[in-house]
């Protein structure tokens, strides 16, 4: 990202936390969380998601989001939607109504005007500026956003939102809704969301890959899901996930990748942020 936008997200990520964390200890859930915090960055025009979305080659924004419950390994994602400003709140009515996990395209739409969903302009000056200067290369937009939470419950969760890549193929569908890859919550192991080239993270299942590994340490898992992501495929990512005891793993193989981290600390709400150099353990 340019430092103008890396700026502006990462104050998004920072005001995230507070929106998640106000509405953890508001309702006490850890879905509760992980959708303020997504829905905060959603509407962020600095983020690849909502309201900002990478576009298509036609110039269209197609979104896929995804939520996952660490209590019972409920799922629900949305693929290549059109015009959607809160597809994390779409995932959640598909994962609450419990009936299917993923729902795509005009049939994602269907189901979210039931309940009350309609389609918003994501486009915004960015990426129609974008879209004039780089047609017609393919490249990587990133910005994709994510959250975990852990609950006083001990249930965690995980929700990721995204435009996908620039430039993509209408239709074209990432990680981000795909179980396992983009979002993943156990409350055995821990919840993990992951940003980067979706045709890479898929091929490794990078969020499941992560969370299998929590029991031995969340920044260790972190490393190593980016380290085989590095490995195998040659792409670029970044993972973040907190474990069943509140253990935050958080690790990248770009330059830079905005986070923050909120927690209880000694004299109450402590915010943790950054952007440059992933993180010892938290
Ligand atoms: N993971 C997203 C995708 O490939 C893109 C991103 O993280 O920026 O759809």
Same mark, same amino acid.
């Given at each position: 990202m340019r430092p103008a936008r890396a700026a502006a997200a990462q104050m998004a990520c920072e005001e995230a936390v507070a929106a998640g964390w106000a509405e953890l200890s508001e309702s006490g859930s850890a879905i509760d969380g992980v959708i303020a915090a997504v829905r905060h960055l959603e509407d962020a025009?600095? $983020?690849?998601?909502?309201?900002g979305a990478a576009l298509t080659e036609q110039g269209t924004a197609e979104v896929d989001a995804s939520l996952m419950r660490g209590q019972d390994l409920g799922f629900g994602a949305v693929a290549a939607?059109?015009? $959607?400003?809160?597809?994390i709140s779409v995932c959640r009515a598909i994962l609450e109504e419990g009936r299917h996990a993923v729902l795509a395209g005009e049939g994602a739409w269907l189901f979210a005007r039931e309940r009350g969903f309609s389609p918003e302009d994501l486009i915004v000056e960015r990426t129609r500026r974008e879209l004039e200067a780089r047609r017609p290369e393919l490249s990587e937009e990133p910005g994709t956003v994510g959250a975990c939470a852990l609950d006083e419950y001990g249930d965690v969760a995980a929700a990721t939102s995204t435009g996908g890549?620039?430039?993509?193929?209408?239709g074209r569908v990432g990680d981000t809704p795909l179980c396992g890859c983009g979002t993943y919550a156990d409350n055995l192991l821990g919840a993990a969301s992951a940003t980067g080239l979706g045709e890479a993270i898929l091929k490794i299942t990078m969020a499941r890959y992560c969370c299998d590994r929590l029991p031995g340490g969340a920044s260790e898992a972190a490393c190593s899901a980016v380290r085989e992501l590095t490995a195998r495929t040659g792409g670029t990512a970044g993972i973040i996930a907190v474990r069943p005891d509140g253990q935050v793993g958080i690790d990248f193989n770009t330059k830079t990748m905005p986070f923050a981290v909120g927690r209880h600390g000694e004299s109450g709400f402590e915010l943790i942020s950054g952007a440059h150099a992933p993180p010892d353990d938290l």
């Open positions: 025009e600095a $983020c690849n998601a909502g309201r939607m059109r015009d $959607c400003r809160h597809p890549v620039f430039f993509k193929r209408v």
